[in-house]
């Protein structure tokens, strides 16, 4: 049973095994027999299933991070700059819909020091989120709205994308996809 692996397929079949069935029934003997394993053979790779969820939703909210870094520090306007963030968002959900999972399902189960660390992650993320939606406010190109509702509202709008890409990917040009997306986000739902 024992065939030559790499980390990659450990990380792989662990992601595929917290999709769907989350990360309590996700076990590393069910992730050995899905890459064709013994279950001892993983421990050659990593210390723990703690350490794999640890590893891949630290590597999905660094890319988000990074991603609303670099569209803060840009020179757009700030309306493009909230154009280039909901882009980031369906980019990441569609090339990566199971770590992004990790990010709204998962990250509950990360031990109490590393909880702390990804919520301070993710209030950073959302800080420059607040603050791009601020600037688009200050400059008239959005309506005063209370920042925190606006800014939420815009996440809620692309915080589902991961649970729908991986069976309608191919369904639905990503490209179009931002088009929708921007439009309900900017415009609204009324005709």
């Known amino acids: 049973m024992n ?3 790499s980390e990659a397929d450990i990380y792989r079949s662990t992601l595929k095994g917290i999709y769907h069935q989350g990360y309590k029934s996700t076990t590393m003997r069910a992730i050995a027999a899905d890459i064709g394993i013994e279950a001892a053979t993983i421990y050659n ?3 723990s299933k703690e350490q794999l969820l640890e590893t891949l939703l630290f590597e999905i909210a660094d890319k988000f991070l990074e991603g609303v870094i670099h569209i803060d520090e840009s020179s757009y306007a700030p309306l493009d700059k909230i154009k280039q963030f909901v882009a980031l968002n369906i980019n990441l959900s569609r090339s990566y819909p199971y770590q992004v999972s990790l990010l709204v399902n998962e990250w509950r189960h990360l031990k109490s020091n590393k909880q702390e660390k ?6 950073a993320y959302e800080d420059i989120v607040a603050k791009i939606i601020q600037e688009a406010i200050d400059c008239g190109d959005l309506r005063d709205v209370h920042v925190d509702i606006l800014k939420n ?9 991961f649970s729908w890409l991986p069976e309608n990917k191919e369904k639905i040009n990503p490209v179009e996809m931002e088009k929708h997306i921007l439009e309900l986000i900017l415009n609204g739902i009324s005709k």
């Open 3 to 5: 065939r030559k692996i």
């Open 45 to 47: 790779y990593v210390d």
């Open 118 to 123: 990804f919520l301070a992650h993710r209030k």
């Open 153 to 161: 509202t815009i996440l809620s709008a692309v915080r589902w994308l």
